[in-house]
């Protein structure tokens, strides 16, 4: 197998699309506000890589390195962190941009809300970041894992003092035990996918995800280097990507880069949309099967699929082997280069853009082209994860599994 594609022979000029608006500057600036108030915030690295740009043929390659965020190997905690504040804040009438976690976690805070338990569903990083949050404000926490998880991110939430069970049910199985024991237990409902009647709660984390984007502007122009041309963006249900790409929008209106959404061959809800080609989103059934546990959601957020629908220039489906390859490149870099070390669903956009700067021919080399990807280009990627599942890493790094399988690969 190897990678299918759409390109999107629509995309829309920042304005005649959906609007970015929630995504602005502004809002972006409120996030990123509140998360400085952690003590543990500070960005994580921008990682040039140029022995691999010049081996692949691109001007300049940019990898975020998210493993560094908050301690917790993952990005998620930005969207958990900030929609648990805002919820916390909007319940208390205060306006998020005056407050921080300390205010949030006060006797006089708790006195007002009394306990609360916020409740996710998640594959691992998520579920580990609102647990976190959950601790550090005060509160507690109750986790739905899909069945499959890995126990070490099982116990890793469970470390954190949440309650986590890994359930007989895939992903979005998960997301629907989760909203009915909340409706029966009056939890909170902490989730980045929406649905209709749940809307706020995934737009403030799509808000907080905008916190990574500002970010990797702010320290490529510290690097000296214009904004980037092509960033590729994983997607789950599409929240992050969704995040990243209506900030660009919003802030860079016609000059925002081309936006390449990756996602696994058997969880790509956003790739089967885009296919589709009604503007509308679709989901994809069955066991969501994938090495890319992070990815393996079946039903796209509606809030992120107008703006991935109208500002992404291409929907990847990618099979798991392009993770595996992506997880090798970073950890064993060309000389010169730094070692990355990145989970399965964070490196599958270095595997993805290894394969198309190397195919002679196929869908990959025809991507390449429609992209315009060459020595002119400067890309940016975000591994958006560490070794989260130490078995999966070892079993693709250490072990070779999921080895790459393209024929069509130039002769160097």
Known sequence: MTIAYVLNQAVKVPGRGADPGLLSAGEAGRARTYHRGFAEYTPTPLVALPHLAGY??????????ESHRFGLNAFKVLGA???????LA???????????QNDLR??????RLGDIT?????????????????RQLKQRAVVYMPRGSDPVRLENIRSLGAEATIIDGNYDEAVRLCERMAGEHGWVIIQDTAWPGYEDIPTWIMQGYATLAVEALEQMREQGVAAPTHVFLQAGVGSFAGGVVGYLASILGRRMPKCIIVEPERANCIYISALIGDGRPHPVRGALDTLMAGLACGEPNTISWELLRDYASAYVSCPDYLAATGMRVLA?????????????SGAVTTGLLHLLMEA?????????LALELGPDSRVLLVSTEGNTSPRAFRDAVWYGEYSDREPHRRKR
Not at 81 to 86: D, H
Not at 332 to 344: N, Q, R, Y
């Open 56 to 65: 692949l043929g691109l001007g300049s390659l940019f990898v975020k390195d």
């Open 81 to 87: 962190s900030y929609a648990i504040g805002r919820y």
């Open 90 to 100: 909007t319940r208390l009438g205060w306006d998020i941009g005056g407050i921080s």
């Open 106 to 111: 006060s006797r006089e805070v708790r006195g």
């Open 118 to 134: 916020f409740t996710t569903a998640t594959d691992g990083n998520h579920g580990r970041a609102v647990a976190w949050t959950a």
């Open 332 to 344: 064993t870099p060309l000389k010169g280069d730094p070692v990355i070390i990145s989970g399965e």
């Open 360 to 368: 002679e021919e196929g869908p990959a080399r025809e991507l390449r």
